[in-house]
């Protein structure tokens, strides 16, 4: 029989070996395997996704090899030396390979290597199988997963293609080490185990769970998913804690995946005071979009501190959602759901809403809001309509102003028209707002034309003029006044108003290079003149009521957010940026030094007695506002804005945001105050919220938190932790405080212990985000 017949009756013979069933390790783990012990967990609860489909075993296989040749007995051919054969995306490598004709087996020999199609590993001393690998055998078995987790035996048989029953096997998600000096941080231990290829599970019987060599627990069953396998059904990782408010307490998450597309986590949560409570989160993906819904359920009293109750027992709970689905390239649509029982809810028992991102709008922190909306974007417009309902959490008469939308829609539409690049923007809003027990209804319709230019002149003078003409509509209800306390009734009024402006903004941006330092220098000015608004005094101020003017927005022609407030008179805004970047020297390694300040102030000819002392647009001459920005690589950087009263030269608004690593910290600041001469006293504000993380080695760190209010002379929230991880565990416990009080909810304290093994379970990064 030539060679090259031999290697094809070969390859054909094999052609079922690389079917993913057993497949084992080059260096074992040496870990003195013994008779081990198992509670179904499941594997972390990823987004939803199709799983691939299985390669078919009937494809070709290529068979390379230094030598074949006829062995001693009759009917066995050897491949010696560098053997190789693949077959579909699977690699099967060993120092030898025989067949046997006769009888059908196939046996691979010294440093046998499987490298199967999903990215796991698996290795043998000695790999035996018959010629459809309905059974098998393996000795010094182990299997290293995609993800890096291993699984080890000494000894391996396989059944029916897709199941592997092993003696005395070990499971890990930690790095194993060569030399065996170093322990994994914890492993699986069990006398027997099987991994079930088809069902995507692995079970063991007799564990024992050893963390750093300690055995801490045995049962007599133990399930996880495959790590291969993705999302499984099972139990997730229990996060146990103490609570002043609660007692001792355990939440116990349990993962159904319902199929390719959605799953749905439901979480018992067991307190010492109080009465359980049922949290569910569902997801769900589909072809053109997501949803996500996250809701609880209770039947409890009102309670304070340790479990001191009072009220009547009723049925209590909370639903946020949201999802956004694509209608075409062009167009989408989506909704928010949010809602709670009652307004202190979230409060007494510490949930939080879920992807503030999701819509189109989002409302302050105190209110929930529920929306459905559409919209649409290309190159030249931008449309949008909104429906939305509100729920406010606080006590009292502003509860009843709170309006439903219904609904709000707006749009632009762009055309590049005249000179200098010129764009002239045509847009329309309108929206309806509607109230409850007596209180003021109102519709508001917009339409207007915005044109605007760019030209830079000689000398780097850039030039960019603008003009807008409005036409505002609007309509009153009969009603009360809107604010939160009086209750002045106000008659019903319809009007319309007409409004324009012109301007021209001019800036000149310079740099100077040198040898070390690159400085910048950019002045500019705006020039508006606007029309007057003699319809004023009959607008309620709705949109506008927490506007200020700042360096973000001092060049804006149109002084005020939204369509009630106009700004009228002309003008002048100046302001001065000026920067300086450090240049490093060649070879230097030095990290780059960047600061940056802002400094300006808006004067115009006419009062403004519509808008607040908030607002900075109050006065003919405004205060002084600026920014800052200093920014040293990746060692910290220190940024913020400020408003100077420009009459008592005081510091009347201010917000700081630094950050900084040092050694082994890494800590972060936002200071913000806001001097109630210029917020009122419903705006006024002084506060720092701060974190540092202490590195101790490269497994342990320390973390604390505080959130202060000076005002109050109280923390509002502060948590210290501990965090320990490394390539297999996360363990974390924190203590937290709440300094809170509203109403009859005192403040409480908490602590909280959280672990999890990965590859059997995953935690959140709250409080630690």
């Known amino acids: ?281 569902y997801r769900r993906k589909f072809y053109s979009g997501g949803l996500f819904l996250n809701g609880s359920v209770t039947k409890e009293q009102f309670f304070g501190k340790r479990g001191v109750k009072f009220g009547e027992s009723d049925w209590r709970g909370h639903i946020f959602g949201n999802g956004e689905f694509k209608i075409n390239s062009t167009w989408n649509w989506g909704f928010t759901a949010e809602s709670a029982s009652d307004d202190l809810y979230l409060f007494r028992y510490r949930i939080g809403q879920e992807a503030p991102q999701a819509g189109l709008v989002r409302p302050q922190a105190s209110r929930l809001m529920s929306q459905l909306y559409v919209q649409g974007q290309s190159d030249r417009f931008y449309v949008r309509s909104l429906g939305a309902v509100f729920q406010d959490l606080v006590p009292g008469e502003r509860r009843k102003n709170v309006p439903r939308v219904a609904p709000l829609v707006d749009g632009t539409y762009r055309w590049q028209i005249g000179p200098m690049n010129g764009r002239l923007d045509l847009s329309g809003s309108a929206v309806s707002l509607m109230r409850t027990e007596g209180r003021l209804d109102s519709l508001r319709g917009t339409i207007g034309a915005t044109w605007r230019g760019t030209q830079i002149l000689p000398g780097g003078l850039v030039l960019e003029p603008m003009a807008l003409v409005r036409g505002d509509y609007f309509d009153y209800s009969e009603g009360s006044n809107t604010g939160a306390v009086s209750t002045m009734p106000l008659k019903a009024d319809s009007f319309g108003r007409g409004l324009g402006l012109a301007s021209v903004d001019v800036r000149w941006p310079l740099i100077r290079p040198g040898n070390r330092f690159n400085l910048t220098l950019e002045p500019r000015m705006s020039l508006t003149v606007a029309s007057k608004d003699d319809q004023q005094s009959r607008i309620r101020v709705e949109d506008g009521l927490g506007f200020e003017m700042d360096a973000t927005s001092l060049f804006r022609p149109v002084g005020a957010a939204g369509m009630d407030l106009w700004e009228p008179g002309s003008h002048i805004s100046l302001g001065m940026r000026a920067g300086v970047d450090v240049v490093p020297t060649s070879g230097s390694t030095t990290m780059p030094l960047r600061a940056t300040a802002f400094l300006g102030q808006r004067i115009r000819t006419d009062d403004a007695g519509a808008f607040s002392r908030a607002s900075n647009l109050d006065r003919k001459q405004s205060d002084w506002v600026g920014d800052f920005e200093l920014r040293h690589g990746d060692y910290g950087s220190l940024t913020g804005r400020f408003r100077v009263d420009a009459e008592t030269g005081k510091l009347v608004h201010t917000e700081a945001l630094a950050r900084l690593k040092l050694w082994r910290t890494e800590t972060r600041l936002r200071y913000h105050e806001f001097d109630s001469s210029a917020a009122g006293p419903s705006r006024a504000n002084k506060e720092l919220q701060g974190s540092v993380i202490l590195t101790l080695n490269k497994n342990f760190k320390l973390f604390g938190a505080l959130y202060r209010d000076f005002n109050t002379d109280t923390n509002l929230s502060a948590s210290y932790g501990l965090i320990y991880g490394d390539e297999c565990t996360d363990f974390r416990i924190f203590y937290e405080e709440i300094g809170t009080r509203n109403r009859f909810i005192e403040p409480s304290q908490s602590i909280r212990f959280q672990i999890a093994f990965r590859t059997l379970g995953e935690l959140t990064d709250a409080p630690f985000d």
Not at 37 to 66: F, I
Not at 245 to 268: H, K, M, W
């Open 1 to 281: 029989m030539s060679r090259a017949l031999r290697r094809q009756l070969l390859a054909v013979s094999l052609g079922t070996l690389l079917v993913p069933a057993l497949a084992v390790a080059r260096e074992k783990p040496d870990w003195n395997l013994q008779e081990a012990p198992a509670a179904k967990v499941a594997s972390k609860a990823t987004a939803p996704a199709s799983a691939p489909e299985k390669p078919k075993a009937e494809d070709p296989v290529l068979l390379e090899a230094d030598s074949i040749e006829q062995g001693d007995e009759a009917g066995v051919l050897i491949a010696k030396g560098n053997v190789t054969a693949r077959n579909n995306g699977r690699t099967v490598r060993a120092d030898q390979i025989n067949y046997n004709q006769n009888t059908g087996i196939v046996k691979a020999i010294g440093n046998v290597t499987v490298l199967n199609a999903d990215g796991s590993t698996t290795f043998a001393d000695e790999l035996t199988l018959d010629d459809e690998l309905s059974s098998g055998v393996a000795g010094n078995f182990a299997s290293r997963f995609a993800d890096g987790s291993t699984l080890a035996a000494n000894a391996v048989v396989t059944r029916e293609g897709d199941r592997k029953l092993m003696s005395q096997a070990v499971y890990t998600a930690c790095t194993v080490c060569k030399d065996g000096k170093t322990k994994p941080s914890w492993i699986i231990r069990a006398r027997r185990a099987m991994q079930n290829e088809r069902a995507e599970s692995i079970v063991y019987n007799d564990v024992v769970f050893e963390v750093k060599g300690v055995p801490v627990l045995y049962i007599p069953y133990f399930e996880h998913g495959d790590p291969s396998s993705g999302r499984r059904s099972g139990f997730l990782q229990p996060k146990p804690g103490e609570s002043s408010r609660n007692g001792y307490f355990i939440e116990q998450p349990y993962l159904q995946v319902i199929d390719a597309s959605s799953d749905i986590t439901i979480t018992p949560i067991i307190s010492q005071y109080i009465n359980p409570v049922l949290q569910l989160d």
